[in-house]
């Protein structure tokens, strides 16, 4: 189970910076502010994830 | 449920705590999870090409909405949710309000959930479908009600397992979405394109914010849960974070997508967007009429490969989970009458239990009634060409799905607003309870000779919500009229209660919050934390004392 919220959380990181890279490719746009947003909170999401998780295992 | 025995030696029952972390999760997400099945047609419907700055910015209020929850819930771990904490904060009118409000988006929550089940199911069967067959569609949308209703009255709910294991597939069939979507379909140059051509008015754009904030309501479940959690203290801090990201997530993904996504055109791919016979870009036709209600399942549809596989399951895992929300709004609007009316803001029978089934029967009835008025309301114009033509008239021709958006939206500003005073209240007045988790940017200060934290997070998401408020009283034609009303029909009602039983009117009836708070703490098993509240309070007696001699 914490295998797969660890795999969870790396897509999430991952996801969010070939969001944020594909973007950032076309050049700076206001209208692309939205889906900038959106890769940051993805990135933030899995880096808290990440961080939970190793927090967990250097506990256990 | 647990015996426990009580201050006055009777036996009380009380809400076994058997929630765990997933649980929790689950708990939420199959509530708050499902509301972007129903934001995203109507948002798309109403801010077209700005639908993603309208979820950024309803996201952005919805963060501040969930930190305060966050807080508050784990520092008042009890099952009566935001009503709860603005009756604890700001009193018991203040209270009734709240709780008013949170009755009147549960029971909206109970029709618009099953009406959209509904939607989602006639993407695989057809003869479901609102615009050709209405009476058909009505018919089982009511026959759905009534069975929640029933299987509320008899006991029988779905279990943290169930909940958990639609939750966890919703979760990973979301991602996939996300993935194959950016991946292979995600154009950013028809994103800039979309935004350019399909900028709505000022007047659309505020009516799409008012409509996302749809998407985020149901924070309730997380406090509703507290109560039957493990160390919620410790545990729901964790969990909510994670579901407000969660669900942000998913709202910012699907506005990009329909706004940026090229439809698949491929072997297996559905058929083009056409709506009368002309080819629609993507966002145009999910948020017309006749998708608005299923969006998410026509999206899935049109991504790229998993499309083909989504197009079977989606509306089905759509449904079940819209379902279970709808359920929630059957449970959750008992249970927040049943907590009203033994905090005497509601009258008693509100309290009146089944005799066979031990469940509070009236509460359930009562307010399943009202939300099978609402869908009649809402049903109407579809029904009756008579009924259509006085819509056209007066309500600029609203649709039953926006009809009930416009309430919802409605009672979710209204209660969260309150649930930010009584945040900002309660960390003034309330200093000494301990908060495991706090929301961060705070203004140190001192009242009452205690040491306390302003939040400015709470000022900053009033300022949201408020601006919601106002938001949907510009923009919803149904909203403005209906929603106030049930506001000042309910407080009419609680006057002359509170008039005819002799308790004070604009007062608070006299509470010891102290033993209150020190009953929860020990119920919930934070006994470090009523330790550390026993020594703040006695801290606080000796200061108290020492400021007293001469």
New interface residues.
Partial sequence: MNQARFV?SF??VA?GI??IV??L??GL?R?????V??GA??I??GV??LA?YLRMRAQS | MTVQTDVAGARTPQLRRSVKPWGSFAWGYSDVGADIFVGLGLVLGAAAGAS??A??FAGLVYVCIGLAYTELAATYPVAGGGQYFVLRGLGDIFGFIAGWAVLLDFTIDITLFAWSCVDYLSQLVPQLLTVPHPVTHFVVVLMLICGLCLLNVIGIRESTAFNGIVSGLDVVSE?AI??FG??FA?N??L??HT??TSWPSTFQLMNGVSLAIISFVGLESISQAAQETQRPASIIP?TS??LI??I??FA??Y??LAL?MQPWSGHGAPPPPMVHGHLQPLWAYLGSSENNGKAVAVLASYVPFYGALAALYVPLLGSVLLLISSNSGVFGSSRIAYAMSSSKLLPSFFQRVHGRFRTPAVSILAFTAVAIVELIFAALPGLNAHAAMIYRKFFHGEDGITFLGDLYAFGAATSYSFVFIALIALRLFDPLSPRKFKIPLNIPMRVRGERVEFPVVAVIGFIGIGSILVFTMITHEIGRVAGPAWLICGLIGYLIYRRSRGLPIFRSQPRNWRIAQLEILRTSGELELMDEYVNNLRESERRRDEARQP
């Fill in positions: 969870f897509i999430y996801l070939a969001i594909r973007l490719h076309f746009h209208e692309l502010f939205g889906g947003a959106l909170v993805l933030a999401f808290y994830r939970f | 993603n700055i979820f950024l991602t996300l993935f950016f991946f995600f950013p140059q994103l800039i935004m350019q964790r974070i994670s990201l969660t942000l997530i910012l993904s506005s990009n940026g």
